[in-house]
Antibody, heavy 123, light 107 residues
């Protein structure tokens, strides 16, 4: 049973960079059957897909992030990471990492999720 | 982006009730539609993929149907653990997009 766990600062100042890491256990990130992705949920709001990565480094991003987002993978550590530049209060949310199944580029469905981590953007 | 809508936005039901949630896409998404359940303070859980494929371990009281632009999630007999918010999500086209959610609580 794969498990995912997000880690990173819970508080980020406006205009700075939000960085999170997702550690994967119970399965290898270097698995051609899956993509790995990030979803966020602002307080009281719905779910927003941020982007996905394949273990070889191929990425797909949500255009709404205006090129502020970078997702990377570290196979040696069985981790993948998110960096979001120039954050504002609108980026305050619970950030989830997830494993995506399905054959389509970017992944089809979010079949395993981390517990989520709240990141607040505030000075 | 493909826009997803859900109705109702919230509903109250009793244990044992049949519950139907509707999800609509603003363009044809074939059967590329998934359903999730999220309890307060928890991560979402995948219930159904490809519009009607019940995922392993999900109770058989859950079912999904539809194709094209109109989809339904049906709970045949509501249980207390089914309370929470249900989201649909399309994967016909990137970006992956979710519906706004339907919150189910006890009457």
């Amino acid at each position: 049973q794969v498990q995912l766990l997000e880690s990173g600062p819970g508080l980020v100042k406006p205009s700075e960079t939000l960085s999170l890491t997702c550690s994967v256990s119970g399965g290898y990130i270097a698995n051609a059957n899956y993509f790995w992705g990030w979803v966020r949920q602002a307080p009281g709001k719905g779910l927003v897909w941020l982007g996905s990565i394949f273990y070889r480094g191929n990425t797909n991003y949500n255009p709404s992030l205006d090129s502020r987002l970078t997702i990377t993978v570290d196979k040696s550590k069985n981790q993948f990471s998110l960096r979001l530049n120039s954050v504002t209060a609108a980026d305050t949310a619970v950030y989830y990492c997830a494993r995506l199944g399905g054959a389509t580029v970017g992944g089809n469905w979010f079949e395993s999720w981390g517990q989520g981590t709240l990141v607040t953007v505030s000075s | 982006d493909i826009q997803m809508t859900q109705s109702p936005s919230s509903l109250s039901a009793s244990v044992g009730d049949r519950v139907t949630i509707t999800c609509q896409a603003n363009q044809d998404i074939n059967k590329f539609l998934n359903w999730y359940h999220q309890r307060p303070g928890q991560a979402p859980k995948l219930l159904i993929s490809d519009a009607s494929n019940l995922r392993a371990g999900v109770p058989s009281r859950f079912s999904g149907r539809g194709s094209g632009t109109d989809f339904n999630l049906i709970i045949s007999s509501l249980e207390p653990e089914d309370l929470g918010t249900y989201f649909c999500q399309q994967y016909e086209t990137l970006p992956l997009t979710f519906g706004p959610g339907t919150t189910v609580d006890l009457k």
